[in-house]
């Protein structure tokens, strides 16, 4: 059975701490270098469920894509949601351990989660120079409507569902893909000269300037479901890790959908 350190140090080679931005809150958040570890659970967010799931299961790690103290702390007091989290993974020996913009940015990374879910060949980063994001070529053509269908259809189901900017019936031969948010990307997206756009969190000036600056298409997809792909991507690979160290670790990914809308309501909109 391996300590925690040591599979804490695979992880990192698979997601060097220093590939995160400057910003981000990378690493372990808690536990014992020299505890054992036999069960990992991945997830997309440290949040209660998710811990009342690692309790349940018997997990000795939790690794998620999203920090629990992204913007730092000074108190870890249980009266506060975030402190519980944190007392509750102590008193059951459970560590936690982030993986964010330096598994965005790793090869492969949670863009080429992204687009292995949806089937798609990819051929390249969208930015280079930071490897985000993934150019990528379906197989054969098809409208801007059934690519959005093909994302409705294999990304996790959310409140907020799959949607869509652009003439459904354009033809889409090569898209760009980027898990979390992604309307910071219009520039290198336009400059890929792809037909369409598959993200998260796009915002209404920035989606309405892009589709009056050019007829790309867009496929706005919930936040959590554009990255809990890689959890299942970095399960395997601490699974493989595991058969080469003969480690028998037990590695579970969680369904749990912790998306924070919860409902979708159509508007019969206002009176003119």
């Known amino acids: ?11 990192d080679a698979l997601w060097p701490p220093e590939r995160a931005e400057q910003w981000d809150a990378v690493g372990t958040v808690c536990g014992d270098p ?36 992204l913007r730092g702390t000074t ?45 798609l060949r990819v051929t390249g980063p969208l930015v280079p120079e930071n490897n985000l994001g993934r150019i990528c070529e379906l197989d054969h053509p098809e409208t801007l409507g059934e690519f ?17 900017a652009g003439d459904p019936d ?21 400059a890929a000269g792809v037909d ?6 796009l915002r209404h000036h920035p989606v309405s300037e892009a589709t009056q600056h ?16 890689w959890c299942e991507q970095a399960a395997a690979q601490l699974d493989a890790i595991s058969d080469r160290h003969g480690w028998d670790l037990r590695v579970h990914v969680s369904t749990t959908v912790t998306d924070p809308w919860s409902s979708h309501h159509t508007s019969p909109g206002a009176p003119n």
Do not use: C
């Not at 949040?47 to 299961?57: F, H």
């Not at 870890?76 to 913009?101: N, P, Q």
């Not at 298409?217 to 554009?226: E, I, P, Q, R, S």
């Open 170 to 190: 354009m033809t889409v031969r090569r898209v760009a893909v980027s898990g979390g948010s992604g309307d910071s990307l219009f520039d290198a997206v336009r």
């Open 148 to 164: 959005a269908a093909r994302a409705a259809k294999r990304l996790p189901a959310t409140a907020q569902g799959i949607r869509v």
């Open 34 to 69: 020299d505890a054992g570890v036999r069960r990992v659970l991945f997830a997309v967010d440290p949040v209660q469920e998710i811990a009342d799931e690692a309790i349940q299961l018997g997990a000795d790690l939790i690794v998620t894509h999203h920090p629990l103290y």
């Open 75 to 119: 108190t870890v007091a249980a009266s506060h949601f975030k402190g519980r989290v944190v007392h509750g993974l102590i008193k059951h020996d459970i560590a936690l351990h982030v993986a964010h913009t330096n598994a965005d940015t790793a090869d492969p990374g949670v863009s080429d989660a992204l687009a292995g879910a949806l089937d």
């Open 1 to 11: 059975m391996p300590r925690l350190s040591e599979v804490i140090a695979e992880l």
């Open 214 to 229: 050019s007829p790309l298409g867009l496929v706005d997809a919930a936040h959590w479901a554009t990255e809990w792909p």
């Open 196 to 201: 369409a756009f598959l993200t998260a969190d």
